[in-house]
């Protein structure tokens, strides 16, 4: 890690401190644990905090004060900042596949998983003024009503993320549900959590109101029981789920009747595992009748 | 008790001869109580102590009859599914509002404070502050927060801010006088020392901080400066006077902070509602949420609880 300079002088090695993201702030785990992440050879690359369930309350406070300015955002405003953020990422390319590849990833499948990255953000920005009206609907009634269907976000989603895919499958999980007017609460990848981290720090500079988006980092087995009992959550995303687990999350979650999402063995970096309905997922249906005279 | 049988009881204090605050030492002392560790036990007993010091409040110029109604009745029930809780110390409202308060409340233990003397600026002559106070006392407000001449004050009028607590507390009659300083405009801890000082030798029952309208409302700090002053108030004169900050203290991990700190500055005899109480609106809930986590494990939230 230690660069040399022209005269053979060795540079002390300037190491990059992985912070957790908070209401649009990094702080470190109150907790103040950490635990080490190691390349393939069990060299560490990283302490990475291992948050607390405070540090999951408190991202659900700020989730929570952020969402209801973010669900009444302009949907045309929520398309044009996912679209920042995919900028913003492309900006940053290089950072995110040499980050990958200390992880363990080859370089052609590092750049690929970034640009897939990218391109995923494009493709829900574009969703955002248009699955409104792909899901809505006019319903007939044998009434003298007009009843019509519109969506609402869900709220506040928590979200385990994928364990192998440690960016395309986060930000996969992320986009749909933000685009929708959802607030969220992330746990990364806890074997791949760098590009997590490096990721918070795109959205702190695309325009995402703090709060919309927060990502935490820690072991998975620790936080799922929070993650699935906090009654201000409203849906938990969980991806790559045992079937012990799955109960145990159902159960927890059924206390305050949250939505609950299973994704499991999903390939993120194939096209056909990008679609309208993971925007769908974080919505609820609100249906009016309004009588109409004859 | 008479004007005169007042007057020769409480004495204006003579301000220069006050001790001067130390502003440093007391952020360091305020940090300390901050960073004492609670353990489970001590924090359910401690939330149910803040509960039942809470003056639960409305204050606002779109106050309606019905609006005071819901308060009274969520002083009455907090939170049914919750066995054991105790009920708030009073219920703090305008003076127009008081008899629907008392309507409301019946006879259940639950004080009604009311605030008075053309709260919250005080910007109006005596005989309508008393005539306030008053009309407040008659439709049966058994507590009345009335706030100081922060304009007279500041501008070095003691005798007549002085003149004017002891006048409202002889309108008060039987009702406790709780004297609102407004911190938040004195400016500097040395006026909050004084303003505190001058209080309590007029005959404040309670000192409070703030009327809640002003930022910034009660912090640690300038409680702290209070509670001080009535340590060395009732070592001077053995009478004890109660505190109340009011406005900013919405979450229960604040409010344990300041029962640290009364607890520190004051000791166990100020440990109950009679000397201490929260001006609150939104604190209730939080600590009927945290209850609720001590007892069940699992984080709460808003959805569950009875607003105001």
Same mark, same amino acid.
């Given at each position: 890690?230690?660069?040399?300079?022209?005269?053979?002088?060795?540079?002390l090695?300037?190491?990059?401190t992985?912070?957790?993201?908070?209401?649009g702030q990094?702080?470190?785990?109150?907790?103040?644990?950490?635990?080490a992440?190691?390349d393939?050879?069990?060299a560490?690359?990283?302490?990475?905090?291992?948050?607390?369930?405070?540090?999951?309350?408190?991202?659900?406070?700020?989730a929570r004060?952020a *969402?209801?300015?973010?669900a009444?955002a302009s949907?045309?405003?929520?398309?044009?900042? /996912?679209?920042r953020?995919?900028e913003? /990422?492309?900006?940053?390319?290089?950072?995110?596949v040499?980050?990958?590849?200390?992880?363990?990833?080859?370089?052609?499948?590092?750049e690929?998983?970034?640009?897939a990255?990218i391109?995923?953000?494009?493709?829900?920005?574009?969703?955002a003024?248009?699955?409104?009206?792909?899901?809505?609907s006019?319903?007939p009634?044998?009434s003298a009503?007009?009843?019509?269907?519109?969506?609402?976000?869900?709220?506040?989603v928590?979200?385990?993320?994928?364990?192998k895919?440690?960016?395309?499958?986060?930000v996969?999980?992320?986009?749909p549900?933000?685009v929708?007017?959802n607030?969220c609460?992330? /746990?990364?990848?806890e074997s791949?959590?760098?590009?997590?981290?490096s990721?918070?720090?795109v959205l702190h500079?695309?325009?995402?109101?703090?709060? &919309?988006?927060n990502i /935490?980092?820690g072991?998975?087995?620790?936080l799922?029981? *929070?993650?699935a009992?906090?009654?201000? &959550?409203?849906?938990?995303?969980?991806c790559?789920?045992d079937?012990q687990?799955?109960?145990?999350?159902?159960?927890?979650?059924?206390d305050?009747?949250?939505?609950?999402l299973r994704?499991?063995d999903?390939?993120?970096?194939?096209?056909?595992? *990008?679609?309208p309905?993971l925007?769908r997922d974080?919505?609820?249906?609100k249906?009016?009748?309004?009588?109409?005279?004859? | 008790?008479?004007l005169?049988?007042?007057?020769?009881?409480?004495?204006?204090?003579?301000?220069s001869?006050?001790?001067?605050?130390?502003?440093?030492?007391i952020?360091?002392?305020?940090?300390?109580?901050?960073?004492r560790?609670?353990?489970?036990?001590s924090?359910?007993?401690a #939330?149910? #102590?803040i509960l039942?010091?809470?003056d639960?409040t409305?204050?606002?110029?779109?106050d309606?009859p019905g609006?005071?109604r !819901?308060?009274c !009745?969520?002083?009455?029930h907090?939170h049914?599914s919750?066995?054991?809780?105790? $009920?708030v =110390?009073?219920v703090?409202?305008?003076?127009t509002?008081?008899?629907v308060?008392?309507?409301?409340l019946?006879?259940?233990?639950?004080?009604i404070a009311s605030? =008075?003397?053309?709260?919250?600026s005080?910007?109006?002559?005596?005989?309508?502050?008393l005539?306030d106070?008053r009309?407040a006392?008659?439709?049966?407000?058994n507590?009345?927060d009335m706030?100081?001449?922060r304009?007279?004050?500041?501008?070095?009028?003691?005798?007549?801010?002085?003149?004017?607590?002891l006048a409202i %507390?002889?309108?008060?009659?039987d009702? $406790?006088?709780k004297v609102? #300083?407004?911190?938040?405009?004195?400016g500097?801890?040395?006026?909050?020392r004084?303003?505190s000082? #001058?209080?309590?030798? =007029?005959?404040?029952?309670f000192? %409070?901080?703030?009327?809640? %309208?002003?930022?910034?409302?009660a912090?640690?700090?300038?409680t702290?400066?209070?509670?001080?002053?009535?340590?060395d108030?009732?070592?001077?004169?053995?009478r004890?006077?109660g505190?109340?900050p009011a406005g900013?203290?919405? $979450?229960? %991990?604040?409010?344990i $902070?300041?029962?640290v700190m009364?607890?520190?500055?004051?000791?166990?005899?100020?440990?109950?509602?009679?000397?201490f109480?929260?001006g609150?609106?939104?604190?209730?809930?939080d600590?009927?949420? !945290?209850i609720?986590?001590?007892?069940?494990?699992?984080?709460q939230?808003?959805?569950?609880?009875?607003?105001d």
């Open positions: 890690m230690a660069n040399t300079t022209k005269k053979g002088a060795k540079r090695a300037v190491a990059k992985y912070k957790i993201f908070i209401g990094f702080p470190r785990t109150e907790s103040a644990r950490y635990y992440l190691e393939k050879h069990g560490v690359i990283a302490n990475i905090c291992r948050s607390s369930r405070k540090d999951f309350r408190n991202a659900i406070v700020a004060g *969402q209801a300015g973010w009444k949907a045309y405003l929520r398309g044009q900042i /996912l679209y953020i995919a913003m /990422l492309e900006g940053r390319r290089e950072q995110f040499a980050e990958l590849k200390l992880q363990g990833v080859a370089q052609r499948t590092a690929k998983e970034v640009d990255t391109d995923r953000l494009v493709y829900f920005a574009g969703w003024d248009k699955y409104q009206q792909v899901f809505s006019v319903n009634v044998a009503h007009f009843n019509f269907s519109v969506l609402e976000p869900t709220g506040v928590a979200i385990l993320a994928p364990e895919s440690g960016l395309l499958g986060l996969s999980n992320i986009a549900a933000i929708g007017g607030a609460v992330a /746990l990364a990848s791949k959590p760098l590009c997590a981290v990721f918070a720090e500079a695309s325009d995402v109101p703090a709060g &919309v988006v /935490l980092t072991y998975r087995s620790e799922t029981g *929070q993650f009992s906090h009654m201000d &959550v409203n849906a938990i995303i969980y790559d789920g079937r687990t799955d109960r145990a999350v159902q159960i927890a979650a059924a305050n009747i949250k939505r609950v994704r499991t999903i390939d993120w970096s194939n096209d056909s595992s *990008q679609h309905y925007v974080t919505q609820e249906v249906t009016t009748w309004h009588p109409i005279g004859t | 008790m008479s005169s049988a007042v007057t020769s009881t409480f004495k204006l204090p003579d301000l001869r006050i001790p001067t605050v130390d502003e440093v030492g952020n360091e002392r305020v940090a300390r109580f901050q960073s560790s609670i353990k489970s036990a924090k359910v007993e #939330l149910k #102590l039942s010091m809470i639960l409305t204050l606002e110029g779109q309606t609006k005071v !819901q308060l !009745q969520k002083a009455i907090l049914d919750i066995p054991g809780l105790p $009920h =110390a009073a703090c409202v305008y003076p509002m008081v008899k308060a008392k309507k409301a019946g006879d259940r233990g639950i004080n605030v =008075a003397t053309a709260f919250p005080g910007q109006a002559p005596l005989s309508v502050k005539d106070t009309m006392v008659a439709e049966g407000a507590e009345i706030v100081i001449s304009g007279e004050f500041l501008a070095g009028n003691y005798g007549m801010v002085f003149d004017e607590i %507390k002889e309108a008060c009659g009702a $406790h006088l609102i #300083l407004e911190t938040g405009e004195l500097t801890l040395d006026r909050v004084q303003a000082e #001058l209080a309590m030798h =007029a005959g404040a029952d000192i %409070k901080t703030s009327t809640g %309208k002003i930022q910034p409302a912090t640690m700090q300038v702290l400066v209070m509670l001080q002053a009535i340590r108030y009732f070592a001077a004169t053995g004890m006077v505190m109340k900013g203290i919405a $979450h229960s %991990k604040l409010a $902070h300041y029962l009364l607890r520190e500055t004051l000791g166990n005899a100020w440990m109950t509602p009679q000397w109480r929260f609150a609106s939104s604190l209730a809930n600590v009927l949420m !945290q609720r986590k001590q007892a069940t494990g699992v984080y939230s808003a959805d569950y609880f009875s607003k």
